[in-house]
């Protein structure tokens, strides 16, 4: 309700102040220079050439206009290519009601004299600041903010550089893909020859559908893929900081998974389950090193969906969990810190 939906049309356009305003994303110096939401950009001496460009704007004469009275890139004839963009917004929004409401009123911008336009961003904004829709969003904002906090926050992390992932089927793919998006090294680590091919393929073809879409070059596909190496001994994850299990969900399995990474992963390297369900305290025990374990539950498409969950277990050391939980923000996960039971938060909700 403060008038933001109103004055930036004003000053970069509508079609690129829906944007901003709805995608909430921060841009550069440059950008919003040549955008039109600043005047100048300056580097170094900050107060001597602001001195100076107010001197110079003061010599040219004339009044200043205020953003209110900017209305040279409000342009009636914009108005069908605006609802086009709007009507996408509405596709994407899922029953969201504030990104249509941000529509309407930067169309009011480009429809109604600015004051009128001013009004009616405050009626759409006090209706939704006391809906439930609201109230929920303000709830999650500082709930996934808290959800990541970990306690002991001068503890020092592990440095985290090559990471192994065990499985390439569908989560195991979507985790290295994860790791490597995030710009890790990725050993994966398969049964067979045949399903190491199988998995580096459908990794492949994953980045191709990116490209394909226009959500990834293909100069950035290949800086991807660059970052992945296959094997089938596990030999190869010595020189790993990480080790994350994503093999089928039995634990037989993966107890023997871990005691195999126990023999051959270096001292300090840590290793994740990504155990949907099974007991981390049990598969940890089944190492020497069991406040080197954690849980990573990544939910599917792991390359995709936000959040993760991090399991600690009984003996994790709080450096591990300060590390794996600094290592999702790296990689654009919500970090959920649980504890160890049935399910854990996510497949219990």
């Known amino acids: 309700g403060g008038g933001g939906t109103v004055r930036l049309p004003r000053l970069v356009g509508p079609l690129k102040a829906l944007g901003m305003i709805v995608s909430g994303t921060p841009i550069g110096a440059a950008e919003a220079l040549a955008a039109g939401l600043i005047d100048a950009v300056f580097d170094g001496a900050l107060t001597a050439q602001a001195v ?64 009128e336009a001013l009004a009616a961003e405050r009626e759409l904004f006090v209706k939704l600041v006391a809906g439930d829709q609201s109230r929920a969003q303000r709830h999650l904002f500082f709930a996934e903010r808290e959800a990541a906090k970990v306690a002991g926050k001068d503890i020092v992390r592990r440095k985290i550089a090559r990471v192994g992932v065990i499985g390439a089927g569908t989560m195991g793919g979507g985790i290295a893909m994860a790791l490597a998006n995030g710009g890790f090294s990725v050993t994966v680590l398969e049964a067979t020859q045949e399903a190491l091919q199988r998995g580096l393929a459908m990794i492949d073809k994953n980045y191709a559908v990116s490209v394909s879409r226009g959500s990834l070059s293909e100069e950035v596909k290949q800086q991807r893929l660059a970052l992945f190496k296959g094997s089938i001994d596990y030999a190869d994850l010595v020189d790993c900081d990480l080790i994350v299990e994503a093999v089928f969900e039995e634990m037989a399995i993966k107890k023997d998974v871990f005691g195999r990474l126990d023999a051959v992963a270096k001292p300090g390297a840590i290793l994740a389950t990504n155990t949907s ?73």
């Open 52 to 115: 100076r460009f107010a001197s110079e704007m003061a010599g040219k004469g004339g009044p200043f206009t205020p953003v209110r009275e900017r209305d040279g890139r409000l342009d009636q004839a914009e108005l069908p290519a605006f609802d086009r963009q709007a009507a996408e917004l509405a596709q994407k929004a899922r029953g969201l009601e504030a990104p249509i409401a941000c529509a309407q009123s930067v169309r009011n911008a480009i429809a109604l004299p600015f004051e």
């Open 277 to 349: 369900y099974l007991d981390v305290n049990e598969i940890a025990a089944s190492t020497s090193r069991p406040q080197g374990v954690v849980g990573m539950h990544f939910f599917s498409p792991a390359n995709i969906m936000k959040l993760l969950e991090i399991v600690r277990a009984e003996k994790t050391a709080p450096d591990v969990l300060a590390t794996i939980v600094e290592l999702a923000r790296r990689i654009g996960k919500v970090p959920v810190v649980v504890g160890v039971c049935h399910g854990f938060v996510g497949n219990r909700m």
